[in-house]
């Protein structure tokens, strides 16, 4: 490693000498240490090149106990560690904390352990010939028992001082056989967050067996490792002598955790903002989950409004056996794919398309349904609203024919009554005469709104503001509305751009949706009476907007207030031409016609106009 590199690492370790040594003594270091510990961190700093011996001469002259000195120093080494590991180096990193090591172990004398000891591990470890001691065969068998082992198998004494480390520990560890033989402590590899753990274990040897637990540890270069470690105490004829541990690494454990729970966080991500409506339910239909979607549609409040509640008592229609069906699935497991109009235990109606389908972990059982729900609500409408729309098409050719067959017999009829009239001078024939040429008359203004309503007249476009096109009409119904006692409110946004419009043809769309709107008001009495007209730009479009409060439209007629001569007024009220003709002006215009209300609290009436001149589509529908 680049001289640079290493002096950055003891520079660092220098400028944070005093945070090192504080978090060692909170670890357990004695304090009377204190200033001989600044001694040391600035000789770790001088020889962490070299990985030179420390003088500890200062340490001894506070303490004499070997053990004491050494777990000191091992408190301060993975504080050291940490140090480094926080600040984020790169490639410096190994190579200060394998230094680190160095400069510690050259300062530490090695832990004596009984010889016998010494021997028996130095056997497993074959450092010496299998002959030595003990049955050959016995010493065979468990040295291949020992490298079969994929996790690291150790013994230490009650100190924290290795005597045994298995090959696969010391290759998951990066430490050799050599390093053992030095000397090596369960201080220099437990990571300081679970040295109060440990120690717990070791200072109560007989009950360390009692349950795994889960810790971090050290590499030789100073990788944190996650390891399982489940301990055994070891007799001696009585008094526990050492502690056997087996380590297990748990990095792709954690791994696969981790992967589990980003997938589960995903997934409930998905499904939460799903549009559709998603449920699951257990063995027996009742439901388990579902999202924000699901409970909407079913009129529920909270997320976990359905939960435990069974699946086919949600879905309730006289016409439907959903609920059967939904059994069906669950008992013979075979997918469900309906369309129903359907009224959910709590009250809300809703036309959705279901599919349903069994949910398994065996291929011969069904543990439960997942369920889908897509609101068909809009797609009905919008369906609706193109079959309305084919339907006035078609008889929009019928009445156009019609009307110019019945306009030549009408304009006879007319001519020779004005004829008729200059000629004739008995009063009680003229009288006649001229009840037939109004008759007439008003024949051909029916003629003239039926062609306007097949599009068979033209009329010439031109640039206008629709502001100013209601501000006139306004103007011209202001006075009835007053007499009336309609509170007016107006709200045009004034940044509209203009479009391609007949003025005339407008305002007389315009001039019905305000009339239609005053003939609903005046039946109402038990409240203000109000009328609110306004414009606004939606995309591409500039809209404007008719609302009444008055009694509304009901849902069985909204699909037929278009239809030539249809009115819910009394006989002679309207000739039920009005809206139909002002749907036929607006469809010719590019545009549409909106219609939102419900029975009892009034109605809104909206023309959508392009601003660019080109046919908008209906995508809304009639609502």
């Keep these: 490693m680049p001289e640079e590199a290493m002096d950055a690492c003891a520079q ?37 090149h070299s990985g030179g011996a420390l003088d500890v001469h200062g340490l001894r002259a506070c303490t004499t106990d070997d053990s004491v000195i050494s777990r000191t120093l091992h408190l ?63 010493l065979a068998f468990t040295r291949g028992l020992m490298s079969a082992l994929n996790d690291m198998l150790y013994v230490h004494d009650l100190a924290g001082n290795f ?20 000397g090596l402590s369960l201080y220099e590899l437990v990571v300081p967050d679970y040295l109060d753990l440990v120690e717990a274990r070791m200072q109560s040897p007989r009950s360390a067996s009692r349950s795994p637990f889960t810790i971090e540890i050290y590499t030789k270069d100073g990788e944190r490792l996650p390891v399982e470690i489940l301990p055994r105490g070891l007799l001696a004829e009585g008094p526990v002598a050492a502690i056997l541990g087996v380590a297990r690494d748990v990095r792709l454990e954690h791994r696969l955790e981790e992967a589990i729970r980003r997938s589960n966080l995903h997934l409930e991500s998905i499904i939460s903002a799903a549009p559709i409506g998603i449920i699951t339910t257990d063995a027996q239909g009742r439901i388990s989950e579902a999202n924000a979607m699901a409970t909407e549609l079913c009129g529920v409040s909270g997320t976990k409004g359905l939960i435990g509640v069974p699946l086919h008592t949600i879905c309730k229609h006289p016409e439907s056996d959903l609920p059967g069906k939904l059994r069906a699935v669950l008992e013979k497991g075979i997918a469900l794919h309906e369309r129903c109009a359907m009224t959910s235990r709590f009250g809300t109606a809703v036309d959705c398309d279901v599919i349903a389908v069994p949910l398994r972990s065996r291929p011969d059982t069904v543990d439960g349904l997942l369920v889908m729900l897509f609101d068909a609500t809009e ?67 029916v003629v003239q709104s039926l062609l306007t309503f097949a599009q068979r007249q033209r009329f010439e476009k031109s640039s206008q503001d629709v502001n100013r096109i209601l501000e006139d009409t306004v103007a011209l119904q202001r006075f009835e509305l007053e007499a009336d006692q309609i509170k007016l409110a107006v709200n ?64 069985e007629f909204q699909s ?32 549409h016609i909106l219609v939102d209300s419900t029975e009892g609290s009034g109605a809104a009436l909206t023309v959508v106009l392009p601003i660019v001149q080109e046919k908008v589509p209906s995508d809304s529908g009639n609502r």
């Design 560 to 591: 037929k207030i278009f239809f030539p001569f249809f009115t819910t007024q009394n006989l002679g009220g309207g000739t039920g031409l009005g809206l139909s003709v002002s749907f036929g002006i607006v469809r010719d215009h590019g545009g």
């Design 379 to 445: 797609e009905l409408e919008i369906q609706q609203a193109l079959l309305q729309s084919e339907k006035l098409t078609a008889l929009g050719e019928v009445i156009a024919g019609v009307a110019h067959e019945m306009n030549n017999p009408l304009t006879g009829i007319l001519g020779y009554a004005q004829f008729l009239l200059l000629t004739c001078s008995e009063p009680e024939y003229k009288s006649r005469l001229e009840h037939i040429a109004q008759e007439a008359q008003r024949c051909r203004h």
């Design 163 to 182: 005597l045994y480390i298995n090959q696969f520990g010391l290759n998951l560890t990066k430490f050799t056989a050599e390093d053992l033989q030095k």
């Design 76 to 138: 301060l080494q993975a504080e050291i560690i940490e140090l480094f590991r926080r600040a984020r180096l790169s490639h410096p990193y190994g190579d200060c904390v394998l230094g680190l090591r160095k400069c510690v172990r050259n300062s530490i004398p090695r832990a004596s352990f009984a010889t016998e000891d010494v021997a028996f591990f130095e056997q497993l470890m074959e450092t010496k010939p299998s002959s030595v001691t003990g049955d050959s065969r016995l």
């Design 12 to 48: 660092l370790l220098r400028s944070s000498a005093d945070r090192v040594i504080d978090a060692a003594l909170d670890r357990g270091a004695l304090q009377l240490f204190g200033p001989s510990l600044h001694e040391v961190v600035e000789q770790i700093a001088n020889h962490i």
């Design 492 to 555: 045009f946004d004034r940044t509209l751009p203009s479009i391609q419009a007949n003025a005339q043809h407008l305002q007389k769309v315009f001039l019905s949706l305000i009339n239609n709107a005053h003939q609903a008001l005046s039946t109402v009495t038990e409240r203000e009476r109000r009328l609110e007209i306004s414009t606004y730009r939606k995309g591409a479009c500039v809209c404007a907007r008719v609302k009444d409060n008055g009694p509304g439209i009901p849902r």
